[in-house]
């Protein structure tokens, strides 16, 4: 297994561009792969030019390393839960562009977070993150979104199918492999919804990328979720959780039994990057550089590395 480093660690307020500063930090800090993001659909234009990504891929295997994956920011593919023709096909066309960035990148792999049904509303614009009420101001104590009445569930779970059938298949033409994301309060959030899913896409280049924190704010297991999933996780960002409140420790801070999840990683024979996400911290080189010690101290505990 090898450790790698999200550029978002080191992008401050947000995930947005430039890129390079961030990769100059994680190169030095010697991880073995860096994922890079477009955070908003007009990165894939306006900042992701034949000229820059020559430039980033030049920088990043300057240090030896490796893309792990592209991802695109959830907000960039709305489209995809909407049941009109023109914007499913929208979103589409950005999936296919961001497809095609993340080749000429260096990577085989390109990720999206679960999409929520774009008629739910919350006090807060990132839906998966409402899960506690005293994380609004004003502090209201129950939690609560708005949801349409007589709300089409399975309508909405089957047209959400469809649109990931066909960047599965966009994946298949272009020899990537498609990991969709759960985080909380999205269509595909748990690992029994990616199981779901992928009993109706079946590819082998329909995957996962598996976080921890998310997984665990859902109260899953990660042991066993790692055993159910298998060789469908082809990726893991990697961050631990206080099981309460805060799910964005560096691990080895929160309550993530990280030798037993490293063990079922490699019962299931994974050997991919374990990804660090963790963002927004106030002192990020510190709280970067322990975490992969953290990881590499575990890796070696349990045999994979030296």
């Not at 998966?128 to 779970?157: E, Q, T």
């Not at 919804?193 to 598996?210: H, V």
């Not at 990697?238 to 490293?262: A, K």
Request: proline share 5%.
């Amino acid at each position: 297994m090898k450790i790698g480093c999200a550029v978002g660690c080191f992008t401050y307020p947000h995930y947005d561009p430039p890129y390079e500063n961030a990769i100059r930090k994680i190169g030095e800090l010697g991880f073995d792969g860096l994922e890079l993001i477009v955070a908003e659909k007009e990165d894939l234009c306006q900042y992701y030019t034949p000229s820059r990504i020559k430039e980033l891929r030049s920088m990043y295997e300057s240090y030896g390393m490796e893309l792990s994956e592209l991802a695109l920011y959830a907000t960039v593919v709305t489209g995809l839960m909407e049941t009109g023709k023109a914007e499913k096909q929208a979103a589409y066309d950005l999936f296919e562009r961001g497809v095609e960035t993340a080749k000429k990148l260096g990577t085989d792999k390109i990720n999206i977070v679960s999409n929520w049904p774009n008629e739910f509303t919350a006090p807060i614009p990132y839906i998966p993150c409402h899960f506690h009420p005293n994380g609004v101001s004003p502090f209201s104590p129950k939690l609560k979104m708005d949801i349409p009445r007589n709300y089409d569930a399975k309508g909405a779970w089957d047209n959400y199918i469809e649109s990931l059938q066909v960047l599965t298949e966009i994946c298949e033409k272009n020899q990537m492999d498609f990991l969709v994301e759960g985080h909380a309060n999205v269509v595909v959030g748990t690992t029994d919804a990616f199981l779901r899913a992928s009993d109706q896409i079946a590819s082998e280049r329909f995957c996962t990328n598996f976080d921890t924190a998310w997984q665990l704010v859902q109260r899953e297991y990660l042991p066993w979720s790692v055993y159910k999933l298998g060789e469908k996780i082809k990726h893991i960002h990697v961050r631990d959780g206080d099981g309460m409140l805060c799910y964005s420790y560096p691990p080895g801070m929160g309550i993530i039994d990280w030798n037993g999840f490293v063990k079922a990683l490699l019962d299931i024979g994974y050997d991919g990057f374990l990804s660090l996400e963790l963002a927004g911290f106030d002192d990020p080189d510190k709280y970067i550089k322990e975490a992969k010690e953290y990881m590499e101290r575990i890796l070696i505990e349990e045999g994979t590395k030296k």
